[in-house]
C-alpha cells in the first residue's frame, strides 16, 4: 500500500464561520463606521485536519480491479449525451498496473456497434455516501473527443429521476491539449451540480479552472476533490478551493412569507408526498441523499464534440488513449458525520460570488397572494402626507414646504448642517407618522418608486455621492430591510445638477432583487453621503410609490399604423400641404405621405391642439431604460438637392420656445445605418434612454419630426407606418410558432449586422435574383468574430429570441457565400450562437465547424451554400435556446484576414 500522505490546508471551523456573520449582522446603523477582519494566517495550513478520517479507499496496488469495490458497466448507450463508445469490461478498456487504474479509450474493432471502447466503474453495488471528502489524484487524458470524469449520482432517486435527484460531477474535462478558438491549447477542468427540473427543462450549474503557470491536467498528475456537506459542497484542485456552491436561502418578509432569495443556489422539484402536487423546495435536496461513485472515459457526445476542433479526432484513439488514476479515497467529517460540517478546508473568498461562490439556478419563490394591485401612493406632491410626514433623521432641522416654479407647485425642502443626517419620508409613529406601511407586492414586476429632486446648494464637499434608500418593515435594526443607491442606479442614470429639476425612477423589481421586503414599505430617504452633507439644501415634489401611468407599467403608443392616431393627427409645419394617406403593400397597406414643395418646412405627428391634436403629451419615463421610438420610412421621389440630410427630431412639453425640449438627429444614425431609399422601405428606431440622454425630457413627448433639411427637401415625397413609441422587452418573445428571420433582404427588427472586434462596418450588398440583398462581411488584418446580434451595445434592440417551444423538431438554417477566401488557408469555418449575454454574463454559447451541419460542406468561392443545425443538437451542446441574442458566422479567430463573405436568409424555423 502506498503512504497516504496528511493534507495540507487552511481550516477555520463552523462555529468561527458562523461568529463572523453574527458579528457583521449587528453592525448596522446610521452612519456606523465599524470593520471586521478575520485572521486566517492564525491558521496553520501545513498540520493536517485531524477531524478527516479516511473511511473507504482504493489504492489499485492489486494486480486486477477490486470487484468487491467497483462494478463495471456494460453498455452501449452513448450516456445520454451522444457519446460514440461502448462500455465494456475487458481488460482492453480498464485494468490495473504499477499500482494504478487504467481506463483506456480506443478504436473499436470493425463491424463493432460504436466506433470507440472504453469503460465506467461505479460503487453503486458497494458503498455510497451521505457528505464527505471525495478525492482522486489522476492523469486525464487528452485529445480532441476525449471525455473523462470522476462524479457521483444518487444510489436512490428519492426525489424522481435524473436530474430530479442531482448530479455532482467532481471533475471533468473534455478535449485537452486541442486547440482553442483564442490560438492556445484546452486546459479547463469542470466541477457542476445538475439538479431542478425534468429534462430538457433541467438546470446545471457550475465553474472551470486552469492550473496555475498555463499548467495543463493532461501531463502530469493531479489531485482533484470535493467536500460535501449539508447545503454545501466545494470544489479543490491540488488541495486549492476553486468553487463553492450551496442550497438557496429564502428571504422572507414582516409576516414571515417567503418573498424571495437571499442566496441563489440549487433547488429540487418533486411532488409533495401529501397532496401529490408537484412543488419546487429551496433546501439541501438533492443533495442530502446517499450518492456512489463512478469513474468514465467517455469519447465524443455533444459536448466535446461542438467545442474546440469539433468531432473526434480518430488518432487519438487508434493506439489507445488512457486516464490514469493513482487512488480514490473518501472521507468522513468526524466532527458531525451527520452534516459534514466541522471539517471546512477554506480560504478567503470562497463565498464570495466574486471569487469562489457559483450562483445556481433556482428560481424566485411565488410572492404571496395579497388581492388586487395596490393603489398608488402619493408620498408628496405639492402638500405633504401626514401618514409619511418629512423628516431629518439626525440633524434636529425641520424640514418645510416650500413654493417652487410654476409646474412644481408647492414642494418639500431639506437643509443639512454641521450634523450628520439622512433625509426624506418617513411613516413610522417614531418619526411622526401612523405606522401606515405601503404593500407593493402586488407592483413588483412593473412598479416604482419615483420622484422629482431640484437641488438649490450643493454640499460644500463636493466628493458628496447623492443617495436613495428605501427601507420596510422597521428597518435592519428592527429585523426589517433596506436597500441603498446612489442616486445614479436610477433608471435614468444622472446625478443631480444645482438648480435643475430632475426626475429619479427606480424600479420595484431592482429594488426586490437586492433584497427589499416590498410588503411594508416605510422610509425614503434622498440625502448626500453621511458626514458630507453639510450646505445642501434641496427640494423633492411628485414622490410615489407604485405603478407609472396610472398603472400602465409599461406605456405604449401607437402614433400611426394603418391609419392615423386622432390624438397625433399628420402635420405639416410650415409648408401649407396636407399629409394624405395612401395604400402601399401588402406589408404596410395604408400609409402616411408627405410632399415637400418649394416652401422650407419640417413634418411628422403632432398631438399638441393648436395643430390638430389633443394635447395629450406622452410619458415615457417609466420605459426609458428599454423603450424605442420606431417607424418605416420610404422615399417615393428624393429631394431635388442630393445634398439633403434626412433627420429625425422630437420635441416635448411644448418643445424649446415653450420652456420645454428638443433632440434631433440624423435618420442614418439609428439602428438602419443609412438614409431613406427609394422605392424601399427602411425601419428606423431610436432608443428613449439616447434621446434622453441627448436632452429631451421623455415625460411629456407631442411632437414627431421626419424630413430632409429644412430649405433643401422640395421635390421629396416619402411615406411613413408604424410609428410607436414602446418598449420592445415588455412583450418580447411569445412562444414562437414560425420562428425568426433574423436576415432577408434586411435585418430583422432589433437585430443588428455585427463585427464583434475588427472596427468595419458590415454592409447589405445586392447579389442574384434569387438572394437579392445580402449582408456582407469583410475581415482585415484585426482577429474578429462576425455575425447578427440583438444586444444594444452593439446597435441591436435586446430582443433575444425564444425558440423554447421549437426545440423538438426547429432547426436554425442561413445561406452563405464565399467570395473571397481567408488569406490563411488553414482557416476553419464556424458557426456560434450565444444566448442570455453569453458566458461572459452568466449565459451559454456553442460553437461547432460549419462541415458540422446537415448539409455537412465546406464553403466554396463563388457558391451560395445552406447550412442547416438542429436546435436540438445545439440544446444538447449547451445552449440555453430560450434567449437567443448573437448569431455568429466566422473562420478561425486570427486565421480570417481577407475574407468577404454574404449571408441570406438566415432564421430559426420549423424543417
Known amino acids: ?218 501531463d502530469d498528475f493531479h489531485t482533484y476533490a470535493i467536500e460535501w456537506q449539508e447545503g454545501e459542497i466545494r470544489w479543490y484542485v491540488d488541495n486549492y478551493l476553486y468553487a463553492t456552491q450551496r442550497s438557496s436561502e429564502l428571504r422572507y418578509n414582516a409576516k414571515d412569507e417567503a418573498i424571495g432569495l437571499t442566496h441563489r443556489g440549487w433547488f429540487s422539484e418533486n411532488f409533495n408526498i401529501v397532496t401529490g402536487e408537484l412543488e419546487t423546495q429551496w433546501s439541501s435536496a438533492p443533495y442530502d441523499q446517499q450518492f456512489h461513485l463512478l469513474l468514465n472515459y467517455a469519447v465524443g457526445g455533444s459536448w466535446p464534440s461542438a467545442v474546440n476542433e469539433t468531432g473526434v479526432d480518430a488518432a487519438v484513439f487508434a493506439d489507445g488513449q488512457t486516464f490514469a488514476i493513482d487512488y480514490v479515497r473518501v472521507y468522513e467529517c468526524a466532527s458531525n458525520p451527520n452534516t459534514g460540517k466541522g471539517c471546512e478546508t477554506v480560504r478567503p473568498g470562497y463565498d464570495s460570488l466574486d471569487d469562489a461562490m457559483v450562483e445556481g439556478k433556482a428560481p424566485n419563490p411565488p410572492l404571496p397572494p395579497t388581492g388586487e394591485p395596490a393603489a398608488n401612493l402619493i408620498v408628496f406632491a405639492d402638500a405633504e402626507n401626514t401618514s409619511w410626514p418629512m423628516w431629518d433623521c439626525c440633524g434636529g432641522s425641520t424640514p418645510t414646504v416650500e413654493t417652487d416654479d410654476a409646474d412644481h407647485g408647492e414642494t418639500a425642502e431639506f437643509t443639512i448642517g454641521s450634523q450628520p443626517t439622512v433625509m426624506g419620508f418617513n411613516t413610522r409613529s417614531s418619526s411622526g407618522g401612523d405606522d401606515s406601511t405601503y404593500n407593493a407586492s402586488t407592483l413588483k414586476d412593473d412598479g416604482v418608486i419615483r420622484f422629482d429632486m431640484k437641488v438649490t446648494s450643493a454640499p460644500n464637499d463636493s466628493s458628496a455621492t447623492w443617495r436613495f434608500k428605501v427601507e420596510a418593515a422597521g428597518g435592519q435594526d428592527a429585523g426589517g430591510t433596506a436597500v441603498e443607491l446612489a442616486l445614479t442606479a436610477s433608471t435614468e442614470g444622472v446625478a443631480p445638477v444645482t438648480g435643475q429639476w430632475q426626475t429619479y425612477t427606480f424600479p420595484l423589481q431592482a429594488l426586490f432583487d437586492a433584497g427589499l421586503d416590498l410588503s411594508a414599505i416605510d422610509v425614503l430617504m434622498i440625502f448626500p453621503d453621511w458626514g458630507k452633507g453639510e450646505g445642501a439644501v434641496y427640494r423633492v415634489d411628485n414622490a410615489m410609490i407604485g405603478s407609472p401611468d396610472g398603472g400602465a407599467a409599461s406605456p405604449e403608443l401607437t402614433i400611426f399604423e394603418n391609419n ?38 419640417v413634418m411628422g405627428f403632432i398631438t399638441r391642439s393648436s395643430s390638430g391634436g389633443s394635447d395629450k403629451p406622452f410619458n415615457g419615463s417609466s420605459i426609458v431604460a428599454d423603450g424605442v421610438i420606431s417607424f418605416d420610412v420610404k422615399l417615393m421621389s428624393a429631394p ?272
Open 1 to 218: 500500500m502506498k503512504t497516504i500522505s496528511n493534507y495540507k490546508r487552511s481550516v477555520l471551523k463552523t462555529g468561527s464561520i458562523s461568529l463572523g456573520i453574527a458579528v457583521l449582522a449587528g453592525l448596522g446603523g446610521c452612519g456606523g463606521d465599524t470593520s471586521t477582519e478575520s485572521n486566517f494566517d492564525s491558521v496553520d495550513p501545513q498540520q493536517p485536519v485531524q477531524d478527516w478520517v479516511m473511511v473507504w479507499n482504493d489504492e489499485f496496488d492489486g494486480a486486477s480491479i477490486d470487484l468487491t469495490k467497483w462494478t463495471h458497466e456494460v453498455d452501449c448507450s452513448g450516456g445520454g449525451n451522444q457519446e460514440l463508445q461502448c462500455y465494456t469490461d475487458s481488460a482492453e478498456n480498464s485494468f490495473v498496473a504499477d499500482g494504478m487504474l487504467n481506463i483506456v479509450a480506443k478504436t473499436a474493432p470493425e463491424g463493432s456497434q460504436k466506433p470507440y471502447t472504453s469503460a465506467r466503474l461505479n460503487t453503486k453495488d458497494h458503498m455510497d455516501w451521505k457528505y464527505g471528502r471525495f478525492e482522486m489524484r489522476a492523469k486525464l487524458p487528452s485529445g480532441q473527443g476525449s471525455w473523462p470524469a470522476f462524479w457521483m449520482l444518487p444510489t436512490d432517486e428519492v426525489y424522481g429521476g435524473w436530474p430530479r435527484s442531482g448530479e455532482i460531477d467532481i471533475i471533468e474535462s473534455v478535449n485537452l491539449k486541442a486547440g482553442t478558438s483564442e490560438g492556445g491549447s484546452e486546459a479547463h477542468v469542470y466541477g457542476t451540480l445538475h439538479y431542478g427540473k425534468v429534462w430538457p427543462n433541467n438546470s446545471s450549474s457550475g465553474q472551470a479552472y486552469l492550473l496555475p503557470d498555463a499548467v495543463n491536467p493532461a
Open 564 to 601: 392615423y392616431n386622432p390624438d397625433w393627427p399628420m402635420w405639416d409645419c410650415c409648408g401649407g400641404s396636407t399629409p394624405t394617406e395612401e395604400s402601399d403593400d401588402a406589408d404596410h397597406g395604408i400609409t402616411a405621405e408627405f410632399t415637400i414643395g418649394e416652401a422650407p418646412t
Open 640 to 911: 431635388s438637392d442630393s445634398s439633403a440630410t434626412w433627420r429625425f427630431k422630437v420635441e416635448s412639453a411644448g418643445g424649446p420656445d415653450n420652456g420645454g425640449t428638443a433632440v434631433e438627429v440624423d435618420l442614418a444614425t439609428g439602428n438602419a445605418g443609412s438614409a431613406p431609399t427609394v422605392g424601399e422601405w427602411k425601419t428606423y428606431r431610436f432608443s428613449l434612454k439616447s434621446l434622453f440622454d441627448a436632452g429631451l425630457d421623455v415625460s411629456a413627448i407631442d411632437v414627431l419630426m421626419i424630413f430632409p433639411d429644412w430649405g433643401k427637401g422640395n421635390g421629396a415625397v416619402y411615406r411613413v407606418d408604424n410609428v410607436k413609441i414602446h418598449n420592445p422587452n415588455a412583450t418580447t418573445n411569445p412562444t414562437p410558432t414560425s420562428g425568426i428571420t433574423f436576415y432577408q433582404d434586411t435585418t430583422a427588427t432589433d437585430w443588428a449586422l455585427w463585427d464583434c472586434c475588427g472596427g468595419s462596418t458590415p454592409t447589405e450588398e445586392t447579389d442574384d435574383a434569387d438572394h437579392g440583398s445580402i449582408a456582407q462581411f469583410s475581415i482585415g488584418e484585426a482577429p474578429t468574430v462576425m455575425g447578427i446580434i440583438t444586444r444594444s451595445a452593439n446597435g441591436g434592440g435586446d430582443a433575444p429570441f425564444d425558440a423554447t417551444a421549437m426545440l423538438a423538431t426547429g432547426v436554425i438554417k442561413f445561406d452563405m457565400k464565399l467570395v473571397t477566401a481567408p488569406s490563411d488557408a488553414t482557416a476553419t469555418w464556424r458557426f456560434k450562437l450565444e444566448s442570455a449575454g453569453g458566458p461572459d454574463n452568466g449565459g451559454t454559447a456553442v460553437e461547432v465547424g460549419l462541415a458540422t451541419s446537415n448539409e455537412g460542406v465546406s464553403p466554396v468561392a463563388g457558391v451560395w451554400q445552406t447550412y442547416t443545425f438542429s436546435l436540438q443538437s445545439l440544446f444538447d451542446a449547451g445552449l440555453d435556446v430560450s434567449a437567443i441574442d448573437v448569431v455568429m458566422i466566422f473562420p478561425d479567430w486570427g486565421k480570417g484576414n481577407g475574407a468577404v463573405y454574404r449571408v441570406d436568409n438566415a432564421m430559426i424555423s420549423a424543417p
